[in-house]
């Protein structure tokens, strides 16, 4: 190959080939001359580096490619180290700036079959590892990985080859034998493959039901954590795989009864405390995955707080993650707290306190006022309005300290808003706010408090905030007068203000807030009804759910509002949900026996044995949809019991 052009592709007709890099036709010959490999090949690879949006990278691998037969064992090794994690991020997507290095590598197992029964162990460790990071499945290349391991003599050679035919073919009956092996890593990565495709619920095939493979893939993967020790597994042929190792293959059992209940009975009573701890992460992927009860896997997690400390930490964060579902582990999370220092100190306070809120724990109360302002703290469940006696007081405080962090003072402004009346105390705190950049926040919980918080103080704070000029840089919509117009209204139930700034607003072709406050308005709204009926086609999914909802609310056509809203219910057929998700459920209902069509999504969520994405938001969702189904068809339906949906029928 020359700068003129011999080769795959001609040097002479590659564009964009950036300044100084003239040498690197020079460097790939470099790498079959005597004497020059070894530096070649590390001048080559650090010039290459990472880059692979350029036309330079996409074109020296093909060369690479078409070297590979010329290459020594030793380059060869190098080279396909290279190309596997290179290939590993260049084939995940087809489309973007990578896309000529995505179809270089997407092309590239002709070159590489052959080296799958080198003579060298290397070679064929590197050769397995670019077929799976390039994501092959040609049967050519599959049939030749299988025909090696049956003959395989290396440990680590075979580790490759089945972590690419499990990655490829994700066959569990050709990988069973191998979660067997002898040696713990062979049969690793066999439970991989064997674990890499979705799992049913063991009430599909009826109580009874067995699954050897998920089992013994469980105990596989127990014996081959407990053989890498605290250590990361190898890098070659691991990377990729090893980062977080044991998040990954409980998350990996987690579809798979059988085999997490394996991996929890192999690992609880562990003598090694890092082990004892993959037993708990594995329950708490168990739990929420699956809706089923569990008690014994609860029983896991909460054993745990007693443990050492990298074993408590690991169930303080299931159980963060619990929500009302942990409720029985309250007590002995809180002894550990106490141990631990209480809650103002201890290390895993924070996740401990976001735990309690989860289960709707009293004692979490006193523990918020103690913590709250920390750099780190956080509870994303809504604090329940039963708390507001205890907590108002340590609220005001900080509102008019008017010093504290912002985020906390936002995070308290969201819930004064959820507890509406409840945080009637806070009224002069919030009118105080009216002049400050978190004005609107300020509106929308003296909004959400009502006729209570009508003084002649909040009433003219809010008065001024509608018509205030705008600030700097900011849009004549924008700066909290829509919500002070609102707001001005649920306390006076004066409409006019609300109906002229969200009216022009909606007019303007805003989408949120506007149009809750135009559904909060209802039919008093009718004159703007023109200006939301567009925005039902809207650009932005909130803008459109948004405006189904106003639309239904204003003129009572359901229609169009639930043609708007059923689309929005597309994640759900993943078992995934999201806060657009829930608020569409919570609308559908709402709406009532219009939303009939609704019904076959909704029953399917409350009959699935899979949750829809963590624990607490699972059971929002699951509470929303069977409320949504009493109000859309309350005559009683039969539905499914759980653990017997499509989903518990998949192999």
């Not at 609310?553 to 359901?558: K, L, P, Q």
Request: proline share 9%.
């Amino acid at each position: 190959m020359d700068e003129r052009g011999a080769g795959p592709v001609a040097w002479h007709v590659l564009e964009g080939v950036p300044a100084g890099s003239e040498e690197t036709p020079g460097l790939l010959r470099g790498l079959v001359a005597l004497g020059h490999r070894q530096k070649s090949w590390l001048r080559l690879e650090d010039r290459l580096g990472w880059n692979r949006d350029t036309p330079l990278f996409a074109h020296t691998v093909t060369h690479l490619l078409a070297l590979l037969p010329q290459l020594d064992d030793r380059r060869l090794v190098q080279v396909l180290d290279f190309l596997a994690r290179r290939g590993h991020g260049a084939c995940r997507s087809p489309v973007g700036v990578h896309r000529a290095a995505y179809e270089v590598f997407t092309r590239a197992w002709p070159h590489v079959l052959p080296l799958v029964g080198h003579r060298a162990p290397g070679v064929r460790i590197g050769a397995a590892w670019v077929l799976r990071s390039i994501r092959c499945t040609d049967p050519a290349v599959l049939g030749a990985l299988r025909e090696r391991a049956a003959v395989e003599d290396d440990p680590t050679a075979l580790v490759s080859q089945l972590l690419a035919v499990g990655e490829a073919a994700q066959d569990r009956e050709w990988l069973r034998p191998w979660l067997e092996h002898t040696h713990p890593l062979v049969a690793l990565a066999a439970a991989r493959g064997v674990l890499a495709r979705g799992g049913a619920h063991p009430a599909a095939a009826g109580p009874a039901s067995v699954d050897p493979a998920g089992g013994a893939a469980g105990r596989a993967v127990a014996r081959g954590l407990a053989a890498a020790g605290k250590q990361r597994l190898p890098d070659v042929p691991w990377w990729s795989l090893g980062h977080e190792r044991d998040k990954c293959f409980v998350e990996l059992s987690a579809p798979h009864p059988h085999a997490s209940a394996a991996l929890v009975e192999a690992t609880a009573g562990h003598q090694r405390a890092e082990l004892r701890r993959v037993a708990v992460l594995a329950a708490g992927a168990r739990l929420r995955y699956w809706r089923d009860p569990a008690p014994e896997l609860w029983e896991t997690v909460a054993a745990g707080l007693d443990d050492e400390r990298e074993v408590a930490s690991a169930s303080v964060e299931v159980l963060a993650g619990g929500g009302t579902a942990a409720a029985p582990c309250a007590d002995r999370l809180v002894r550990h707290v106490e141990r631990s220092g209480g809650a103002a100190v201890a290390g895993d306070a924070d996740l401990a306190l976001r735990a309690l809120v989860g289960m709707d724990d009293d004692r979490a109360a006193d523990w918020y006022a103690a913590r709250l302002g920390r750099f780190w703290f956080n509870t994303p469940a809504p604090l329940p309005a039963r708390w507001a006696p205890r907590l108002l007081p340590v609220f005001r405080r900080h509102l008019a300290d008017g010093g504290g962090r912002p985020d906390t003072t936002a995070r308290i402004l969201r819930t004064l808003a959820l507890w509406g009346p409840a945080a009637a105390p806070a009224v002069p705190e919030l009118v105080a706010l009216l002049g400050t950049p978190a004005a609107r926040a300020a509106a929308e919980a003296l909004g959400a408090i009502g006729p209570a918080a009508a003084t002649r103080k909040s009433r003219r704070g809010l008065a001024v905030l509608v018509t205030a000029e705008p600030g700097p840089g900011r849009h004549p919509w924008h700066g909290g007068a829509q919500t002070a117009a609102w707001a001005y209204w649920r306390l006076t139930g004066d409409p006019e203000p609300a109906l002229r700034v969200c009216g022009a607003a909606a007019r303007a072709g805003l989408g949120q807030p506007v149009l809750r406050h135009l559904a909060d308005l209802g039919p008093q709204a009718a004159p703007y009804a023109d200006a939301v009926r567009p925005l039902l086609t809207c650009p932005g999914a909130w803008s459109r759910v948004g405006a189904a909802e106003a639309w239904w609310r204003i003129t009572g056509d359901a229609a169009p509002a639930v043609a708007a809203l059923l689309p929005q219910l597309a994640p759900l057929a993943r078992h995934t949900t999201t806060p657009l998700v829930l608020r569409t459920v919570r609308i559908l209902g709402a709406v009532g026996s219009p939303a009939a069509a609704a019904l076959p999504a909704l029953h399917e969520v409350t009959s699935s044995s899979r949750r829809y994405g963590s624990m607490p938001a699972d059971e929002e969702l699951d509470r929303a949809a069977r409320q949504a189904l009493t109000a859309i068809a309350p005559t009683p339906t039969p539905t499914r019991a759980r653990g017997t949906g499509p989903e518990a029928d998949r192999p």
